[in-house]
């Protein structure tokens, strides 16, 4: 499978195309104005508690306060509340506290309840878990992650978890056996399905990286007072190439200098062998000579035409989406069971294509 990411940069944001054998499969934008990404992390301070949601509303420096359910809390909420409280008493600029040292404090209990953990209304670390949309603020989270490319960690356990679409049990044996040797002491891992096949020396790196951004944290937080961020999440370009940049990609095309020049620094650092996928384009909009802009128009419409003729109709009600497949203008000469197996058939794969390009999930 070919796989190409289109990135053209508009006035307002960035355009993110990406198209699988030519096809438009996942469409994003990125805002230049937004004040909220996800993944990012605020030192916020719990505002208000409201027991009868169990839930916590929490400052983290915008017009409408954070959304932090129990749920959302973590079992490691009381160690993210010990570290937080530390990490602020110490003096701007002070010496990082060994994080392995860090002493772990027993997990709340799943049935509990958000005034007894949040009780005196504490200063907070917290990840933007879901975007502000209308009148609501961003929900956030207590569950703290940093991805990286091959693996991801979680502070404040030792468990060591494999992707599961690995499907070789000695890979995954091999892979638990690796991270559990290198990975640092009060540090979760998730090994993504990317590390299939990667030596030891890729995942300690990727493994380094991750726990200096950690440091980051540490050293952002020291002296500050809430709310203040403490760490932004990659833009969406860069998030897009360390999630989904494999061996099938083989043209990454941008017509902005600072994009090109980050994306090629981002991928020679990443994979140095394939930097010469990353090319600059200067003249016309993009997404129009590539035929983005055509794919858009004919994917995002209520009804969407199959190249045989038959085509769904796509429609959102108040609880679900309907998606009805219609045979169309069918060649006659084929039986009806024939050409509704055919039909289906087609609509299967293009149903797929428009979960997720509509983000339908």
């Known amino acids: 499978m070919n796989k190409e990411l289109i990135i053209n940069a508009t006035p307002g944001g960035v355009e993110i195309a990406l198209l699988e054998n030519k096809k438009l499969v ?29 839930a916590a509303f929490v400052n983290v420096g915008f017009e409408k306060d954070g959304f932090l359910h129990y749920t959302d809390l973590s079992p490691y909420a009381k160690s993210l509340l010990k570290f937080t409280n530390a990490c602020v008493q110490l003096p701007a600029g002070s010496a990082l506290p060994d994080f392995g040292k860090f002493s772990i404090e027993p997990e709340i209990v799943k049935t509990g309840k958000v005034n007894e953990v949040l009780s005196g209304k504490p200063n907070i670390l917290v990840q933007i878990l879901k975007e502000p949309i209308s009148s609501k603020g961003p929900r956030l989270s207590c569950e703290i992650s940093l991805p990286g490319r091959f693996i991801v960690i979680t502070p404040f356990n030792n468990i060591v978890a ?36 990667k030596n030891t020396a890729e995942l300690h790196e990727d493994m380094q990286s991750l726990t200096d951004k950690w440091n980051t944290i540490m050293r952002n937080m020291q002296g500050a007072k809430p709310p203040i961020k403490v760490l932004s999440e990659q833009d969406k370009t860069t998030s897009i190439l360390r999630d989904l940049l494999s061996e099938d990609f083989n043209r990454i095309v941008v017509n ?11 991928i020679q650092k990443i994979a140095p062998e394939k930097t010469e ?65 055919q039909t289906n058939l087609e609509a299967a794969e293009e149903v797929a294509r428009q979960l997720r390009l509509r983000d339908l999930g």
């Open 26 to 54: 996942e469409l994003h934008y990125d805002q230049t104005s937004t004040g909220f990404a996800l993944g990012d992390l605020y030192m916020g301070k719990v505002h208000k508690l409201m027991p009868g949601m169990n």
């Open 162 to 197: 494999v992707s599961k679409k690995i499907h070789s049990s000695e890979e995954r044996k091999r892979l638990q056996k690796i991270v559990e040797a290198i990975k640092p002491k009060n540090f979760g891992v998730i090994v993504r399905t990317a590390a299939e096949g």
């Open 256 to 266: 902005d200098r600072n994009i090109f020049n980050d994306a090629r620094s981002y």
């Open 277 to 341: 996928i990353v090319s600059f384009h200067n003249g016309s909009s993009l997404f129009d000579i590539s035929g983005v802009t055509k794919q858009v128009k004919a994917a995002f419409g209520k009804t969407v035409t199959l190249s045989s003729g038959a085509y769904l109709v796509i429609e959102p009600t108040e609880a679900l989406h309907v998606i009805d497949v219609n045979s169309g203008y069918k060649n006659t000469n084929t039986n009806q069971e024939e050409n509704s197996l």
